[in-house]
Nanobody
């Protein structure tokens, strides 16, 4: 099993920045893709960004140029730097890792963008 612990969410004004972190522990050997998803009230969970162990990244169009995903393989941690935040970025953000085809999810961290 893989355990994921997320941190870094909170309340921020429009135009502000936040950095999310997600640390993996447990049976971490074989983790390939790490990523972030989000779910706003009344909406389906959607992809935000993913990164492979080799560093290849993929972003949702809505966050390109504003968010940056990165990972530290030595620390088994994935990060999401969020800049120029907008009210529509408000959601619960979930970390997901994929290991040998199995997906593991974090508990989620709330991000609220409001003045």
């Amino acid at each position: 099993q893989v355990q994921l612990v997320e941190s870094g969410g909170g309340l921020v004004q429009p135009g502000g920045s936040l950095r999310l972190s997600c640390a993996a522990s447990g049976s971490i050997l074989g983790i390939n893709v790490m990523g972030w998803y989000r779910q706003a009230p009344g909406k389906q969970r959607e992809l935000v960004a993913t990164i492979t162990r080799g560093g290849s990244t993929n972003y949702a169009d809505s966050v390109k140029g504003r968010f940056t995903i990165s990972r530290d393989n030595a620390k088994n941690t994935v990060y999401l730097q969020m800049n120029s935040l907008k009210p529509e970025d408000t959601a619960v953000y979930y970390c997901k890792v994929t290991k040998w085809g199995d997906n593991y999810w974090g508990q989620g961290t709330q991000v609220t963008v409001s003045s």
